[in-house]
T-cell receptor
Framework: GNSVTQMEGPVTLSEEAFLTINCTYT??????LFWYVQYPGEGLQLLLK?????DKGSNKGFEATYRKETTSFHLEKGSVQVSDSAVYFC??????????FGQGTRLTINP | DAGVIQSPRHEVTEMGQEVTLRCKPI?????LFWYRQTMMRGLELLIY????????DSGMPEDRFSAKMPNASFSTLKIQPSEPRDSAVYFC????????????FGPGTRLTVT
């Protein structure tokens, strides 16, 4: 069935390190893809999105490129900060207004 | 602008009691979603509404759960009777749809059933 598979966490990095969180999906066609972020004690908020193949979404120094060949949407950031500590969710649009979320990857950045 | 508002933020109750969670979506948004988040199962969609009408409730775990949306600015999720396995964080989200897929989440209600 349709699903999203994310890199298992937790992920712990030092400040200014390079970040990659892997995400692959199984779905019919080429759905819109999203990364959401959940800061401690808060709800999820959209970080970035890509609506078609080869699109690159970017926001707050984060980037993800829609790769249809590998059905992937990996999240990257060149230099992470302590304030990036959060849980990151990959998701795709299933249709009928529904999003399918991955399990989430907890990221901790140490100073 | 006010975002999605949920109340209460925390709820502790005893097994067997009725629990009601409340949500006010962003004004003008036609879609409202209820999610449950647990460590074991991640984020699950329970039910969603379009223009106050329930569209898909296939994620509602069992008859103990019910949701209503009496008007465009208010929705409730009720659990009766509650059980310890219902302990989770419940999120409400809204979106303007149908071509805008971004969902705006509330801060969540952390429910603990003892």
């Amino acid at each position: 069935g349709n699903s999203v598979t994310q890199m298992e966490g937790p992920v712990t990095l030092s400040e200014e390190a390079f970040l990659t969180i892997n995400c692959t999906y199984t779905a019919t066609g080429y759905p819109s893809l999203f990364w959401y972020v959940q800061y401690p004690g808060e709800g999820l908020q959209l970080l970035l999105k890509a609506t078609k193949a080869d699109d690159k979404g970017s926001n707050k120094g984060f980037e993800a490129t829609y790769r249809k060949e590998t059905t992937s949407f990996h999240l990257e950031k060149g230099s992470v900060q302590v304030s990036d500590s959060a849980v990151y969710f990959c998701a795709y649009y299933q249709g009928a207004q529904k999003l399918v979320f991955g399990q989430g990857t907890r990221l901790t950045i140490n100073p | 602008d006010a975002g999605v508002i949920q109340s209460p933020r925390h709820e502790v109750t005893e097994m067997g009691q009725e629990v009601t969670l409340r949500c006010k979506p962003i004004s003008g948004h036609d879609y409202l979603f209820w999610y449950r988040q647990t460590m074991m199962r991640g984020l699950e969609l329970l039910i969603y509404f379009n223009n106050n009408v329930p569209i898909d409730d296939s994620g509602m775990p069992e008859d103990r759960f019910s949701a209503k949306m009496p008007n465009a600015s208010f929705s409730t999720l009720k659990i009766q009777p509650s059980e310890p396995r219902d302990s989770a964080v419940y999120f409400c989200a809204s979106s303007s749809g149908p071509n805008d897929y971004e969902q705006y989440f509330g801060p969540g209600t952390r429910l603990t059933v003892t």
